[in-house]
């Protein structure tokens, strides 16, 4: 018997009572298709086969796979708002948030503006000179100071021998880091 493969068209021969009646699983040896194969008619048994002839087919091209190109995320432009995050009526809107002052805000330079802003840092590094500079002026002044209030005396030796300990304790922080 000749099978023909449903998938590459390649044929086969089998011996007739290699299938029986009720069918039989082949695979083709090219491919590898599987299919369900049951009995052909009956053939004419007026023809004798001397001997089976290997039948070759011919090659027929296979298909190739084609590869998709990867599909590319278009990001668009980002929009420009058209209303301001902290306008009044994106807050009522968004949030609920309701603003009474609608007076719109006047930007200014940095010349323009009234109020220069002098920061932490600037005002810690000023407070540390002023307390350096009372500290020193008191210190020259002690002598007229105890002549005019005799009392002060024990405050202003105590005052000084606190500041000795405290620059004693950074100068030792500074030595041992």
Not at 124 to 153: C, G
Not at 158 to 174: G, K
């Amino acid at each position: 018997m000749i099978l023909t493969c449903n998938s590459c068209g390649k044929k086969f021969v089998v011996p007739d009572s290699a299938i029986t009646a009720s069918g039989r699983m082949v695979q083709c040896g090219s491919c590898g298709n599987k299919w369900k194969q049951f009995p052909l008619e009956e053939v004419e048994k007026t023809q004798s086969i001397a001997r089976p002839k290997k039948v070759v087919s011919r090659l027929q091209p296979v298909p190739q796979k084609i590869q998709k190109p990867k599909k590319v995320k278009k990001t668009a432009p980002k929009k420009q708002r058209e209303i301001s995050l902290y306008s009044p009526e994106y807050l009522a809107k968004k949030h609920g948030i309701k603003i009474n002052d609608t007076q719109p805000v006047k930007k200014f330079s940095k010349k323009e503006k009234g109020k220069v802003s002098f920061g932490f840092y600037n005002s810690l590094i000023l407070f540390i000179f002023l307390s350096i500079f009372l500290t020193r002026l008191l210190y020259f002044a002690q002598d007229f100071v105890i002549n005019k209030f005799p009392v002060t005396e024990f405050y202003l030796n105590y005052f000084f021998e606190s500041v000795r300990n405290i620059f004693e304790i950074i100068r030792d922080l500074l030595i041992i880091y």
